[in-house]
Each structure stands twice: as structure tokens, then as C-alpha cells.
Nanobody, 119 residues
Framework: QVQLVESGGGLVQAGGSLRLSCAAS????????MGWYRQAPGKQRELVAG?????KYGDSVRGRFPISRDYAKNTVYLQMNSLKPEATAVYYC???????????????WGQGTQVNVSS
């Protein structure tokens, strides 16, 4: 059993900052990758940022949201700076995790955390 627990969402004014955290726990042997996706109302889920040995960012954030990872804590962070109203969405944590045993790596998702940016 693996769980991803997100925190740090909320309401912020345009130009402000928020820091999202996502901690993975459970029967984790190793984590290949961690990342953040978001889904705004009426839109498809899109990549915000991902991290393995390197980082990858969605075009919509263009590096304004640096992603980082604490390997010892199995935690990934998303620092969201200079927030704009169009960043309003539910943000989901994702992790590709190897559990103990012979099962292949599996993509796990958090429950989502709401981010609202007011103008």
C-alpha cells in the first residue's frame, strides 16, 4: 500500500507564492520519479513539473515553479511564485514507485489540493 499526501494549497492573491508538498509513504522500495500535474475546470490534466535525476517543466509555468525533492523523506515540493489567476486548479502529486516484490513500477496519485489565485 502506497499513499501520496499533498499539502500547501489554498487561496492567494495574484503575484503571491505558495509551496506545495507531497509525501509518499507505505511499501516503497524506490521512487523513479515524482511530479505535479494540475487540472483546471473544463480542461485536461497537464504536467506542471517533474523530477527524476533532472527536471522537466510544462510550457505554461516556464520555470516559475521550481520543483525539488527530498529523497530521504520521499517528498516532492513545488514552489509556485508570481502566481497568476490562470494557475487556479486542482494540483495532483504523481509518483512512479517500485514497491517490494516483483511488480513493475506503478504510477500513484495524490488526492489533489486546490489552489485558487485571485486577481
Amino acid at each position: 500500500q502506497v499513499q501520496l499526501v499533498e499539502s500547501g494549497g489554498g487561496l492567494v492573491q495574484a503575484g503571491g507564492s505558495l509551496r506545495l508538498s507531497c509525501a509518499a509513504s507505505g511499501s516503497i522500495f524506490s521512487i523513479n520519479a515524482m511530479g505535479w500535474y494540475r487540472q483546471a475546470p473544463g480542461k485536461q490534466r497537464e504536467l506542471v513539473a517533474g523530477i527524476t535525476s533532472t527536471t522537466k517543466y510544462g510550457d505554461s509555468v516556464r520555470g516559475r515553479f521550481p520543483i525539488s525533492r527530498d529523497y530521504a523523506k520521499n517528498t516532492v515540493y513545488l514552489q509556485m511564485n508570481s502566481l497568476k489567476p490562470e494557475a487556479t486548479a486542482v494540483y495532483y502529486c504523481n509518483a512512479r514507485i517500485n514497491t517490494y516484490g516483483w511488480a513493475p513500477p506503478y504510477d500513484y496519485w495524490g488526492q489533489g489540493t486546490q489552489v485558487n489565485v485571485s486577481s
